[in-house]
């Protein structure tokens, strides 16, 4: 896959219709990209791919109402190569731009990242696809892991509804993921879909919400960002989709950030 194209296997609508029993081998995802995030068969935890490597945060296969408290953060395993990934987005990352992290006006929040990247470097490229890598000292991040699904009829958004809730930090580790413009709704998810991997590699999972150290000199972490100029989609080819029984819809807006867990929940604000 050539540099700075971005590669997505199936939907976030199709799994929201709960179509995450299948997909790609485990063991082709390097052919792909060398960053990427995921999930695995039936929705068993999330995925982050950084430098070809491939971590997988599992559920602790729950069936218990949602977690909002602090939990235990999720153990870091490597995919067998056999596995399924029944939704990736990865590509060969090359960033095309470095952003200092901010000095003037204090930390970076999840909330602010969108404003602060745009009137940056990267003003004009709002309605670019963008992948994004940041590695640095945390000083809070709330990270969530969506447990296995009980049954076949079970979808995204209601294993979303027992997700498990890790805050953390400080901590040092590296966020990637991808900003998708709102006419990518029904492919991904509108905005930020970033995962997290701790420096010690036994943390992890689907980012909520962060706050970075401010910078105090130049050079103390910086946003590594990749436009993406090309996208390669593939429709899965496997029985469950050939055999949904009827069209796939693209679900509202709201209803694809409450499953991916990025709607603030006290203001009511959408993340990105």
């Excluded at 929040?109 to 470097?121: E, I, R």
């Excluded at 890598?133 to 990270?143: K, V």
């Excluded at 949904?244 to 499953?259: L, M, N, S, T, W």
Aim: hydrophobic share 35%; with cysteine.
């Amino acid at each position: 896959m050539s540099p700075n194209t971005l590669y997505q296997y199936n939907t976030i609508t199709a799994l929201l219709h709960g179509i995450c029993a299948d997909g790609l081998l485990a063991s082709s995802l390097a052919n792909y990209g060398t960053c990427g995030i995921g999930t695995i068969s039936d929705l068993d935890g999330e995925i982050i791919i950084l430098d070809s490597e491939v971590y997988h945060f599992p559920s602790n296969n729950s069936t218990s109402a949602t977690t909002t408290a602090e939990s235990p953060a999720p153990t870091v395993r490597t995919p067998t190569p056999t596995e399924r990934i029944p939704f990736a987005m990865l590509t060969t990352f090359q960033p095309t731009h470095s952003i200092p992290l901010p000095r003037s006006y204090g930390p970076l929040t999840s909330q602010a990242l969108p404003s602060y990247l745009f009137s940056q470097a990267l003003d004009g490229k709002r309605n670019h696809p963008l992948a994004i890598r940041l590695t640095t000292t945390f000083t809070s991040l709330t990270i969530r892991v969506i447990p296995m699904r009980s049954s076949t009829k079970e979808t995204l958004a209601t294993c979303a509804a027992r997700q498990s809730i890790s805050k953390l930090g400080p901590i040092e580790g590296t966020l990637f993921g991808f900003w998708s413009p709102q006419y990518m709704a029904g492919l991904g998810v509108p905005g930020f879909h970033l995962h997290f991997l701790s420096n010690d590699k036994q943390r992890g999972g689907h980012v909520l919400d962060f706050e970075t150290y401010p910078a105090t000199e130049p050079g103390q972490g910086e946003l590594e960002v990749a436009v993406l100029g090309r996208m390669e989609m593939e429709v899965p080819d496997t029985e469950e989709f050939g055999s949904f029984g009827g069209d796939i819809q693209v679900p509202g807006g709201e209803e694809v950030h409450r499953a991916e867990g990025l709607v603030d929940r006290v203001e009511n604000r959408v993340y990105g």
